[in-house]
């Protein structure tokens, strides 16, 4: 007697035929955690490229007057999205931490979008929910992780050139590589990306076929680095100005190695990098050594993306100038997320296939399951608790509360800050247009005006 074949369950097919459902889930978690984790706004770079947006969307004359070439200034792919959240919804601690809720959002899109198969695509929306930096790193303003959303949609985007209409995805690559660049200066690590899909494409299917594929793309870039550098000379005076403001402000940052000890160079250019990078992604940099030889040919542009993001950042310089390394930040190493997590997805679902015919399969997808759990899951949700736990918003409350007396009298109300931070801080919580019967002074400035006071009165 034949027997019925075991149907799969109701949840199984969901899963697989409508894996979408899982990236909608994790979209709204992820929302969920942003919220949770708010903080103060640190008056850090976060503040400055919040007064460079502000000054952007209702004073602009103002921001190019100067001609800054300072890097707060330049990045106008980070300060111009900000400036028009500000012109439509104000300034607040969410409305500027926003760009980085979008940021999470794209990236969790765009992991779901890279891998062809839908387990993969499960896979790749499971990395990224329990990668760390991903959410812990991006609650809040900073140019690292919009500029990774932009370069790992333009690997996506050069990813499809193979398909119908091949030529328009990779000029899709191109504008949004211009668009990282215009976030950061890091774009500039899926180079290599570029260089080997091209060789790749020349082995493959000849030259003809790849000036077809890339030649609009070429001619749309040119266009665009040449309207940017003349966009450079019009309102900086130089079509460089973006390198040369880099190569002035990076060896005056505290992090800066220039004329530290050798000790400090070596630990920097050694083992440093590998603790901060295994501090952040885990187990999955043991999936990303291992996927030159588990990762099919056409998925391999992004080993290429993950490899050069840690290399460049590794072994590169902060300016051209001289050689800076960049500092032992997390968030330096943003750009190599979407590739981290690509790749461990796209290596997790080539070890399943492979074991799939072993005897005692099952007990080897057990055991996987169970190393993910204690090496990636575990150690998120203990990060995840104590970054909530440690999100202070005292000072949000607090200048509430000024703000609704200062609107109920128009007496003059002096604010004396005793600390640095609070001055920046005021113009930020005030929207950065203070009310003028609001005095904000230093403790010193204070201390100042009462001597004049009392000798004047003597």
């Not at 103060?40 to 001609?67: C, E, I, N, R």
């Not at 398909?163 to 200066?185: D, H, S």
Request: with cysteine.
């Amino acid at each position: 007697m034949r027997l019925p074949l075991r149907q799969p369950s109701i949840m199984r097919l969901r899963l697989f035929h409508r894996p979408w459902l899982v990236l909608v889930v994790a979209m709204i978690v992820h929302t969920a955690l942003f919220v949770a984790m708010q903080r103060d706004l640190p008056v850090t770079d976060p503040m400055w490229y919040a007064g460079k947006a502000y000054q952007l969307a209702f004073h602009p004359s103002q921001l190019f007057a100067a001609h800054d070439n300072y890097p707060f200034v330049m990045r106008l792919g980070l300060t111009g999205p900000l400036a028009l959240i500000y012109r439509l919804f104000g300034v607040s601690t969410f409305t500027t931490n926003l760009p980085a809720l979008l940021a999470g959002l794209a990236i969790l899109a765009l992991a779901y979008a890279a891998p062809h198969a839908p387990r993969a695509k499960l896979l790749a929306v499971g990395f990224a929910m329990v990668c760390t930096p991903l959410i812990v790193d991006g609650r809040e303003l900073t140019p690292d992780l919009p500029c990774a959303a932009a370069m790992a949609a333009s690997i996506v985007c050069l990813s499809r050139r193979d398909r119908l209409r091949g030529a328009w995805w990779v000029v899709a690559a191109v504008l949004a590589w211009f668009a990282a660049f215009q976030i950061k200066e890091v774009a500039v690590w899926c180079t290599p990306v570029w260089l080997y899909a091209a060789l790749v494409d020349l082995r493959a299917h000849g030259g003809r076929w790849v000036v077809q594929r890339f030649g609009p793309a070429i001619a749309v870039g040119a266009v665009l680095a040449a309207g940017y550098l003349v966009f450079c000379a019009a309102l900086w005076g130089d079509p460089l100005a973006r390198l040369h403001g880099i190569d002035d402000a990076a060896p005056t940052h505290e992090w800066s190695l220039a004329g530290r000890p050798a000790a400090e160079w070596l630990a920097r250019l050694t083992w440093e990098p590998p603790m901060k990078l295994f501090r952040m992604y885990r187990v999955a940099l043991a999936l990303v050594v291992a996927s030159p030889w588990l990762v099919a040919r056409r998925d391999r542009p992004w080993i290429v993306a993950a490899a050069a993001c840690i290399a460049f950042y590794w072994f590169g310089s902060s300016t051209a100038g001289s050689y800076l390394p960049l500092p032992i930040w997390r968030r330096m190493l943003l750009p190599a997320l979407p590739a981290v997590v690509v790749v461990s997805a796209l290596v997790s679902d080539a070890v399943i296939d492979r074991i799939r015919g072993w005897r005692g399969a099952r007990w080897w997808a057990a055991a996987g399951a169970a190393a993910f759990a204690v090496g990636l899951v575990v150690p998120h949700i203990h990060a995840v608790a104590r970054t909530i736990a440690e999100s202070d918003q005292s000072e949000r409350a607090a200048y509430a509360a000024l703000r609704a007396e200062v609107a109920s009298t128009r007496e003059p109300i002096v604010l004396v800050c005793g600390e640095p931070r609070c001055l920046p801080a005021t113009g930020f919580y005030f929207g950065f247009e203070p009310p003028a019967h609001l005095i904000v002074v230093d403790a010193s400035q204070f201390a100042a005006m009462q001597l004049r006071r009392m000798h004047g009165s003597g």
